[in-house]
């Protein structure tokens, strides 16, 4: 690695950082107001066909942009989600649709992502879509992402970027913003609000 990546790289993860901590604590705002927004809506593409949100109305979501190339924090995010929904009842859990929406749609596929997301917990549904769609939909939520390459080899790069679980009530509010380091039982106890 060139020193000028050794420069680069550190500085991309403090912008996206600090980007970040901006955004959640506007969406945190957001989310304890007395009115809660409606959630941005989207459509992206699922296993199955086209996926909406409005689709999922009448049911609690709680929704994660990442990759699956992603070296630490998404793995360790996504098995946070996994533990809160292994604490719900099985009744509670079919009240609740975890969304996983890809920010490096170039090398993430549908049937890579559902391989991923499967290990982690087996109603976790992946969604894709092209560039375009997916930085439409992150910017909606505040979700700031940036390739950052470490390599000449253009397929070598890392998608830095901000992390927070997004709550949405039956009703399609965004009742709830919660950062990465939500532990699984506090996590679990804001997903379960969302099945009453």
Not at 38 to 53: D, E, I, K, R
Request: net charge neutral; glycine share 6%.
């Amino acid at each position: 690695m060139t020193r000028f990546y050794r420069i680069l790289i550190p500085l991309m993860v403090a912008l996206v950082a600090s980007a970040a901590g901006f955004q959640y604590h506007r969406y945190q705002q957001l989310s304890t107001a007395t009115e809660q927004p409606t959630a941005p809506a989207f459509t992206l593409n699922s296993a199955q066909g086209p996926l909406s949100l409005a689709q999922l109305s009448g049911q609690g979501v709680v929704l994660y942009f990442g990759y699956t190339s992603c070296p630490d924090v998404c793995p360790v995010d996504l098995g946070v989600l996994g533990s809160a929904l292994k604490q719900l009842s099985p009744a509670e859990q079919e009240q609740v649709q975890p969304l996983f929406i890809t920010l490096d749609p170039e090398r993430d596929s549908l049937q890579r992502m559902a391989d991923y997301a499967a290990f982690f917990h087996p109603s976790l549904l992946p969604l894709h879509g092209s560039l375009e769609q997916i930085s439409a939909v992150a910017r909606s939520y505040g979700v700031i992402f940036e390739k950052t390459r470490y390599s000449n080899d253009p397929s070598l790069y890392w998608v830095s970027h901000s992390a927070n679980f997004f709550l949405i009530n039956p009703q399609g509010l965004l009742v709830k913003v919660l950062p990465r380091e939500t532990p699984a039982g506090e996590l679990s106890q804001q997903i379960r609000l969302l099945t009453r």
